[in-house]
């Protein structure tokens, strides 16, 4: 099987566990907050975060079930992210993902709380024993996905991404891509060995593969907001060096932050060295990352 043949079986599985857990809450919520949620969460997209959580959760037989809510509360916190980044005084993007966004099809109130919901729906699932039978495991669990999403990882990104309009700083631009991309991606890469019981070096091998992995789908983006239709990627190109944005592309430019691509790829993969065949999937998640096209 092809690696994006997978990569949408995988999205499949855990599009039904994140439906499931919806309809648990659907009875209480407001029906017009539940739409905006449902519209954030089921507007498509590739699901890699919860591919990379239920690949890693294979290297240590970890339980499937457990893994898709573990995956599910990931994705949680992804779609709060785009919900908000699309907010007027954010990036203020009218479509994501061929469709118009949440601010735009809800109202901004409700696009706001949408995100809020869902961002507090992931530590309502981690938390949850069905996710992990020991109390411990499950702490872990909401520290670890808490860092990555808060300010020390991707909202403070986001913060520092929206205060460094022209910054030529390549240290900066590394931090900035680190923090507001990196941290959730290397979360999802780490959550399979903490559901699996994993060694501290396994787990540090995974974090290292995360980060990598982060970076290097980070400049994939910038190069897409450079180069693709804005039909392909069903949303709006080009923002990012209209608004002055800082990229690795502006600081090292194009040939370089090709190399520098390939480069992280490779540091993925060479991370994922010591489990051989068995992390098949995650080097093929690290080819994707560098040759996708939307």
Same mark, same amino acid.
């Given at each position: 099987m092809d690696f994006e043949t997978e990569l949408k079986q995988v999205a499949g599985r855990v599009e039904a566990a994140i439906e499931e857990i919806v309809a648990e809450t659907a009875e209480e919520t407001p029906a017009h907050l539940l739409a905006a949620m449902r519209h954030g969460l089921f507007a498509g997209g590739k699901r890699l975060r919860p591919f990379l959580v239920l690949a890693s959760a294979r290297l240590f037989g970890a339980d499937e079930a457990r893994a898709l809510r573990a995956a599910a509360a990931v994705e949680c916190v992804h779609c709060y992210s785009l919900i908000h980044d699309d907010l007027p005084a954010m990036d203020d993007d009218d479509m994501r993902r061929g469709q118009p966004t949440a601010h735009?099809?809800?109202g901004e109130a409700a696009a706001i709380?949408?995100?809020?919901?869902? @961002?507090?729906? &992931? %530590?309502? =699932?981690?938390? $949850?024993?069905?996710?992990?039978?020991? /109390?411990?495991?499950?702490?872990e669990f909401v520290l670890h996905l808490a860092r990555a999403a808060g300010g020390r990882g991707m909202a403070g990104g986001q913060m520092l991404d929206l205060d460094a309009t022209g910054t030529s700083d390549e240290a900066a631009v590394v931090r900035i891509q680190a923090m507001k991309t990196g941290a959730l991606i290397a979360h999802a890469a780490t959550a399979g060995a903490i559901l699996g019981s994993a060694s501290v070096p396994d787990r540090d091998r995974l974090a290292r593969y995360g980060e990598a @992995?982060?970076? &290097? %789908?980070? =400049?994939?983006? $910038?190069?897409?907001?450079?180069?693709? /239709?804005?039909?392909?990627?069903?949303?709006?190109?080009?923002?990012?060096a209209a608004a002055g944005k800082a990229t690795l592309i502006d600081v090292l430019g194009v040939e370089a932050a090709r190399a520098r691509l390939a480069a992280l790829v490779e540091e993925a993969k060479a991370a994922l060295a010591p489990f051989g065949e068995k992390a098949a999937a995650l080097a093929a998640a690290a080819d994707f990352v560098m040759t996708r096209r939307k």
């Open positions: 735009i099809a809800f709380l949408a995100g809020d919901a869902l @961002l507090t729906l &992931a %530590f309502e =699932i981690l938390a $949850d024993a069905r996710t992990h039978p020991d /109390a411990g495991v499950r702490s @992995l982060g970076a &290097a %789908f980070q =400049i994939t983006d $910038d190069f897409l907001d450079r180069e693709a /239709a804005a039909n392909e990627m069903g949303k709006a190109t080009g923002k990012d």
